[in-house]
């Protein structure tokens, strides 16, 4: 198929289902505790009826507040297209490796959290004191990971971390297990999903992500919304395109190849989403200051992992 | 290219007269003189390196007799040329308008001519004598800028600091040079790399320049000087300290230990590395824990220096287990990001003088709002502290990537101890490029953002047209760098051949994507990342603002229903810090915090009180002290003796003298 039409299919597919796996969770989570929950499209409705309305802004607001959304938003929509999700031989993958991924997320981390400070208010403060305390231990274990898994390839490239680990039987190793558990912490806590912090939350001081976003409404509040969305997912992608390739193309896909990628890959993201909920309803938040032993552990675990792989020889 | 080298000088010297003949009325003439002579220096150094000329040398009959000045410009002291000229240039126009509001510009100008001539000099310089000479005019002609402000508190103290710990780094220099002279029987460089030394000299050669260079980077545990010196400085004197002197230091480093040391131990860069990922990780957090913005600044250019020295630790590491590829990318990692902080950080340093100028502030928790107030300098200030977070799509981001490279493959060097280290300083790096986003998120949130503090952060104005332009010149410069990186890495490419004549040179990649080690290891491309946010983003302006809605309300803010007008309810920095104090800080500072909440009806105020120690200076500088201090006193008590004791004491020390020089033989 023709590439660039791939691409925009690849852009498109994860801007699209991000909603949906938003929806799944919360509709798996509301089962779980034995209400009936919103609609499993209730995302996308929120979405739009936010779109359509004005937007308020407080009056200090500068250009930084209305023009953080869009790169916010932009800036993790890249990072998302460039995970492989149905097929590795896409251009847009090329764009950045794994780092530049990491750091496109740490783009966008930096202009909301700058947003959050905009205005002047105690409550944007806090939230944008503690999104940087969480990333800044979230962010270094993220990059063990990746140290890890492109000290096995030789590579940090993401479609060639796909191609390998689908290619070529790796087998069972200390350091992989290690570094999925790193990254499934490190993913929980840049989501902001409980036990780090609550995304139904609107009680004050539990806030992080919240509490940032405290001041925006109508389509920025969309974007920024959409961007979390999309943030997650692209967590899920990640973590099935280096653990769980299998049923990805390798390379361009044909028609085949594309239809047998596509539907394992949504097949995997709802596997993804219902095993989240079914963690998130069975642990309870904790204290902000916990959150630095948590990830901590992360960054330790991806340290140790990436440790035993430059002392092991065959590598 | 000698012949633009000579009237680069000549323009630096030329402005020194000036200075020193008109006083302040020469401003204007001396600071044009500096950025011409700057501009000049720098075509040349580029026009060098990019034709790939022949190596250029000549020698002046000045200096020691039978010696003289040897003078030679090679591709490495081209390429820091660039960096210390086109800084210069910049830094010169800006100081057109900042330097008219210096207090006392006598004491600034004839010096800072004087001290830019010395850093050339210090490039070119190649034989021992004249580099020794040139060293110690660039560090003293910068201790008498750091005193320009000399009626402020603290800069007395700041600048005996940087006197004492700049003597100690000549003096190391001083006996480095000694060893390899004595092992060539010459002070030219040229006929240094012949020195064959043996092993125990070659361990106290490499600790000798690692002291002389460390010591004026700011690498830990050398760094005490540093932030208080660059932070009392006047900020465009501040920008060059910080900006581009350390680099001239990380020259010296490479020039001694690359070149004229010969081929390294592969413990040097165990140690190097070490070195430079504690330097790093303890320079960001020092930094977090600031609010005053150049003080924090400066904290930041000790950072750095631990990032580059990261680099160059790896390239050692490489070079030694012979694997060149991967040394050469290390070290044009190590030499990239000399660049590129050179750019940020004097662009942030001008903006924290354009910030001064406007406000009179340098405290940022007296700041806040000034996004409003001074719009292009926010702009710019922006583009700088994202660029020094190390994220994409600006340089920061690209140097340190390659630097990860080379870390990558820290697995392949055959030394257990090194494969233990390299992934450790790896953590070490991503944490400190983490905290590096913490600490601008929190500049830019307080200094710029958020609601003015201070009557002099609202009433701010924003400054003249000749001290912004310069600022986003640097701010350009950032962006291009960042989007078109191949270019740097192109010139580099005869700097590792000039070191390593033998070794490969990085395969030639093409303009858009940066895949020094070839596509499918890795590659990125600031261009293609630039274009696609951009695009994205655009798109995204025009569907949602056609389609959906696009109208606006401005109203008070929110703030979950009990928004307060006082602008003392706002964040502050070392709020906005606290988490970072108590996760690291208990840890590495032994912060802690007192409360001192009063009881119910009390009328005094609650207050909070922070205490901070500094383990380096508590651990080092303290017991340093004290001991030189008990030792002169002690010795004292040789200043009053009779006419009888002197003469018995010095022949005493003949006798002894003489026996050394007999045990000698």
């Given at each position: 198929m023709n590439d660039m039409v791939l691409n925009v299919v690849q852009l498109l597919l994860v801007a699209g289902l991000a909603p949906l796996l938003t929806g799944l969770v919360r509709k798996v989570k509301a089962r779980l505790v034995g209400r009936v929950g919103p609609q499993l499209f209730q995302p996308y409705r929120d979405l739009a009826r936010l779109l359509r309305k004005e937007v308020v802004l407080a009056s200090n607001a500068s250009w930084l507040f209305r023009a953080s959304p869009y790169l916010i938003f932009a800036a993790i929509w890249l990072a998302a297209a460039i995970v492989p999700t149905f097929a590795t031989g896409l251009t847009v993958s090329r764009a950045g490796d794994l780092i530049a991924v990491v750091a496109l997320l740490g783009t966008a981390r930096f202009a909301l959290a700058l947003a959050g400070m905009d205005i002047g208010t105690s409550f944007g403060g806090i939230g944008s004191s503690r999104e940087m305390m969480i990333a800044s231990l979230a962010e270094p274990a993220m990059l063990m990971v990746t140290f890890t898994v492109a000290l096995l390839v030789h590579s940090t490239s993401l479609p060639h971390i796909a191609d390998f680990f689908l290619l070529q039987a790796v087998g069972v190793r200390v350091s992989l297990g290690l570094g999925v558990v790193s990254l499934v912490m490190v993913a929980i806590a840049e989501n902001a999903?409980?036990?780090?912090?609550?995304?139904?939350?609107?009680?004050e001081l539990t806030m992080v992500h919240e509490a940032m976003i405290l001041e925006y409404s109508g389509r920025h509040l969309a974007l920024i919304e959409a961007g979390a969305m999309l943030k997650l997912t692209l967590y899920v992608s990640l973590i099935a395109a280096i653990f769980v390739p299998w049923g990805m193309a390798v390379g361009v896909p044909d028609a085949r190849g594309f239809v047998i990628g596509l539907s394992s890959y949504v097949v995997k993201v709802a596997i993804g989403g219902v095993l989240l909920a079914a963690f998130e309803t069975t642990i309870a938040k904790m204290r902000v200051f916990r959150v630095a032993e948590f990830l901590g552990a992360a960054l330790l675990l991806g340290t140790l992992a990436a440790i035993f792989l430059y002392v092991s020889r065959d590598v | 290219m000698l012949a633009a080298l000579l009237s680069s000088l000549m323009g630096y010297a030329s402005a020194t007269l000036v200075a020193i003949a008109a006083q302040r009325r020469g401003l204007v003439l001396v600071y044009t003189l500096s950025a011409m002579a700057g501009t000049i220096g720098s075509i040349a150094a580029i026009g060098f390196l990019a034709t790939n000329a022949m190596p250029v040398e000549t020698t002046l009959p000045l200096g020691l007799p039978f010696v003289g000045v040897h003078i030679r410009v090679d591709a490495l002291a081209a390429y820091f040329l660039i960096v210390v000229n086109t800084a210069a240039a910049v830094i010169s126009l800006y100081a057109l308008e900042y330097g008219g509001h210096d207090e006392e510009p006598e004491r600034v100008l004839p010096f800072y001519p004087a001290f830019l001539a010395g850093m050339n000099l210090v490039l070119v310089a190649s034989d021992a004598f004249s580099f020794l000479v040139s060293w110690e005019f660039m560090s003293l002609s910068s201790w008498l800028l750091v005193l320009a402000n000399h009626k402020q508190k603290d800069t007395g103290s700041g600048a005996f600091l940087y006197l004492i710990m700049a003597s100690l780094g000549t003096g190391a220099l001083l006996l480095a040079f000694g060893l390899l002279s004595a092992a060539s029987?010459?002070?030219i460089f040229a006929s240094m790399h012949g020195a064959t030394l043996g092993g125990l000299n070659r361990a106290i050669l490499f600790a000798l320049v690692l002291i002389g260079t460390g010591s004026k980077a700011g690498m830990?545990?050398?760094?005490?000087?540093l932030p208080p010196a660059h932070a009392a400085a006047p900020s465009h004197v501040s920008a060059l300290m910080s900006g581009i002197m350390t680099k001239v230091a990380i020259y010296g480093l490479v020039r001694l230990l690359f070149d004229l040391a010969g081929p390294p131990a592969w413990w040097w860069g165990a140690v190097v590395l070490l070195l430079g990922g504690i330097t790093a990780l303890l320079g960001v957090l020092y930094a977090v824990m600031q609010h005053d913005l150049k003080r924090l600044l400066a904290y930041h250019t000790v950072e750095n220096i631990g990032i580059i020295l990261i680099g160059l630790g790896l390239a050692l590491a490489f070079r030694a287990g012979h694997l060149d590829v991967l040394a050469v990318l290390a070290l044009s990692a190590a030499l990239f990001h000399a660049l590129n902080h050179a750019t940020f950080k004097s662009l942030l340093f001008l903006g924290s003088g354009a910030i001064l100028i406007a406000t009179?502030?340098?405290?940022?928790?007296?700041?806040?709002?000034?996004i409003h107030r001074m719009p292009t300098t926010a702009f710019v200030f922006l583009i700088g502290a994202v660029a020094i977070s190390a994220l994409p799509p600006f340089n920061g981001f690209v140097s340190e990537w390659l630097t990860f490279q080379g870390i990558l493959n820290g697995s392949l060097l055959p030394q257990w101890l090194l494969k233990f280290i390299v992934p450790v300083v790896g953590a070490m790096l991503a944490l400190a490029a983490a905290l590096a986003a913490v600490c601008f998120v929190k500049v830019y949130g307080v200094v710029f953002l958020g609601r003015p503090r201070r009557p002099e952060a609202e009433q701010a104005h924003e400054v003249g047209l000749w001290m912004v332009a310069p600022m986003a010149a640097l701010a350009a410069l950032c962006a291009a760098i960042g989007v078109l990186p191949q270019a740097i890495l192109d010139l580099l490419r005869p700097v590792a051949a000039v070191l390593w004549p033998d070794a490969p040179s990085l395969p030639a990649g093409d303009w858009l994507w940066l895949a020094p080690l070839g596509s499918d290891r890795s590659s990125y491309s600031g261009l293609v990342v630039l274009t696609a946010i951009t695009l994205l983003a655009t798109l995204l302006v025009m569907a949602i603002h056609r389609l959906a809605s696009n109208r606006v309300r401005r109203g008070p803010a929110w703030d979950c229903g009990f928004p307060d007008p006082r602008p003392e309810t706002q964040y502050t920095a070392s709020s906005f810090a606290q988490p970072i104090r108590r996760i690291f800080g208990s840890v590495a500072f032994g912060a802690r915090e007192e409360i001192d909440m009063p009881a119910p009806g009390e009328t005094r105020p609650a207050r909070l009180a922070v205490s901070l120690h500094d383990p380096v200076w508590d651990a080092a500088y303290l017991p340093a002290g004290n001991a030189i201090a008990w030792m002169a006193t002690r010795i004292n008590?040789?200043?009053?003796?009779?006419v009888r004791r002197y003469l018995s004491l010095m022949f005493g020390a003949l006798v002894l003298l003489l026996l050394l020089v007999a045990l000698g033989q």
């Amino acid at each position: 198929m023709n590439d660039m039409v791939l691409n925009v299919v690849q852009l498109l597919l994860v801007a699209g289902l991000a909603p949906l796996l938003t929806g799944l969770v919360r509709k798996v989570k509301a089962r779980l505790v034995g209400r009936v929950g919103p609609q499993l499209f209730q995302p996308y409705r929120d979405l739009a009826r936010l779109l359509r309305k004005e937007v308020v802004l407080a009056s200090n607001a500068s250009w930084l507040f209305r023009a953080s959304p869009y790169l916010i938003f932009a800036a993790i929509w890249l990072a998302a297209a460039i995970v492989p999700t149905f097929a590795t031989g896409l251009t847009v993958s090329r764009a950045g490796d794994l780092i530049a991924v990491v750091a496109l997320l740490g783009t966008a981390r930096f202009a909301l959290a700058l947003a959050g400070m905009d205005i002047g208010t105690s409550f944007g403060g806090i939230g944008s004191s503690r999104e940087m305390m969480i990333a800044s231990l979230a962010e270094p274990a993220m990059l063990m990971v990746t140290f890890t898994v492109a000290l096995l390839v030789h590579s940090t490239s993401l479609p060639h971390i796909a191609d390998f680990f689908l290619l070529q039987a790796v087998g069972v190793r200390v350091s992989l297990g290690l570094g999925v558990v790193s990254l499934v912490m490190v993913a929980i806590a840049e989501n902001a999903r409980i036990p780090i912090d609550n995304p139904a939350t609107h009680l004050e001081l539990t806030m992080v992500h919240e509490a940032m976003i405290l001041e925006y409404s109508g389509r920025h509040l969309a974007l920024i919304e959409a961007g979390a969305m999309l943030k997650l997912t692209l967590y899920v992608s990640l973590i099935a395109a280096i653990f769980v390739p299998w049923g990805m193309a390798v390379g361009v896909p044909d028609a085949r190849g594309f239809v047998i990628g596509l539907s394992s890959y949504v097949v995997k993201v709802a596997i993804g989403g219902v095993l989240l909920a079914a963690f998130e309803t069975t642990i309870a938040k904790m204290r902000v200051f916990r959150v630095a032993e948590f990830l901590g552990a992360a960054l330790l675990l991806g340290t140790l992992a990436a440790i035993f792989l430059y002392v092991s020889r065959d590598v | 290219m000698l012949a633009a080298l000579l009237s680069s000088l000549m323009g630096y010297a030329s402005a020194t007269l000036v200075a020193i003949a008109a006083q302040r009325r020469g401003l204007v003439l001396v600071y044009t003189l500096s950025a011409m002579a700057g501009t000049i220096g720098s075509i040349a150094a580029i026009g060098f390196l990019a034709t790939n000329a022949m190596p250029v040398e000549t020698t002046l009959p000045l200096g020691l007799p039978f010696v003289g000045v040897h003078i030679r410009v090679d591709a490495l002291a081209a390429y820091f040329l660039i960096v210390v000229n086109t800084a210069a240039a910049v830094i010169s126009l800006y100081a057109l308008e900042y330097g008219g509001h210096d207090e006392e510009p006598e004491r600034v100008l004839p010096f800072y001519p004087a001290f830019l001539a010395g850093m050339n000099l210090v490039l070119v310089a190649s034989d021992a004598f004249s580099f020794l000479v040139s060293w110690e005019f660039m560090s003293l002609s910068s201790w008498l800028l750091v005193l320009a402000n000399h009626k402020q508190k603290d800069t007395g103290s700041g600048a005996f600091l940087y006197l004492i710990m700049a003597s100690l780094g000549t003096g190391a220099l001083l006996l480095a040079f000694g060893l390899l002279s004595a092992a060539s029987g010459s002070y030219i460089f040229a006929s240094m790399h012949g020195a064959t030394l043996g092993g125990l000299n070659r361990a106290i050669l490499f600790a000798l320049v690692l002291i002389g260079t460390g010591s004026k980077a700011g690498m830990v545990p050398l760094h005490v000087w540093l932030p208080p010196a660059h932070a009392a400085a006047p900020s465009h004197v501040s920008a060059l300290m910080s900006g581009i002197m350390t680099k001239v230091a990380i020259y010296g480093l490479v020039r001694l230990l690359f070149d004229l040391a010969g081929p390294p131990a592969w413990w040097w860069g165990a140690v190097v590395l070490l070195l430079g990922g504690i330097t790093a990780l303890l320079g960001v957090l020092y930094a977090v824990m600031q609010h005053d913005l150049k003080r924090l600044l400066a904290y930041h250019t000790v950072e750095n220096i631990g990032i580059i020295l990261i680099g160059l630790g790896l390239a050692l590491a490489f070079r030694a287990g012979h694997l060149d590829v991967l040394a050469v990318l290390a070290l044009s990692a190590a030499l990239f990001h000399a660049l590129n902080h050179a750019t940020f950080k004097s662009l942030l340093f001008l903006g924290s003088g354009a910030i001064l100028i406007a406000t009179g502030e340098r405290d940022m928790e007296h700041l806040g709002g000034l996004i409003h107030r001074m719009p292009t300098t926010a702009f710019v200030f922006l583009i700088g502290a994202v660029a020094i977070s190390a994220l994409p799509p600006f340089n920061g981001f690209v140097s340190e990537w390659l630097t990860f490279q080379g870390i990558l493959n820290g697995s392949l060097l055959p030394q257990w101890l090194l494969k233990f280290i390299v992934p450790v300083v790896g953590a070490m790096l991503a944490l400190a490029a983490a905290l590096a986003a913490v600490c601008f998120v929190k500049v830019y949130g307080v200094v710029f953002l958020g609601r003015p503090r201070r009557p002099e952060a609202e009433q701010a104005h924003e400054v003249g047209l000749w001290m912004v332009a310069p600022m986003a010149a640097l701010a350009a410069l950032c962006a291009a760098i960042g989007v078109l990186p191949q270019a740097i890495l192109d010139l580099l490419r005869p700097v590792a051949a000039v070191l390593w004549p033998d070794a490969p040179s990085l395969p030639a990649g093409d303009w858009l994507w940066l895949a020094p080690l070839g596509s499918d290891r890795s590659s990125y491309s600031g261009l293609v990342v630039l274009t696609a946010i951009t695009l994205l983003a655009t798109l995204l302006v025009m569907a949602i603002h056609r389609l959906a809605s696009n109208r606006v309300r401005r109203g008070p803010a929110w703030d979950c229903g009990f928004p307060d007008p006082r602008p003392e309810t706002q964040y502050t920095a070392s709020s906005f810090a606290q988490p970072i104090r108590r996760i690291f800080g208990s840890v590495a500072f032994g912060a802690r915090e007192e409360i001192d909440m009063p009881a119910p009806g009390e009328t005094r105020p609650a207050r909070l009180a922070v205490s901070l120690h500094d383990p380096v200076w508590d651990a080092a500088y303290l017991p340093a002290g004290n001991a030189i201090a008990w030792m002169a006193t002690r010795i004292n008590v040789i200043q009053f003796q009779t006419v009888r004791r002197y003469l018995s004491l010095m022949f005493g020390a003949l006798v002894l003298l003489l026996l050394l020089v007999a045990l000698g033989q």
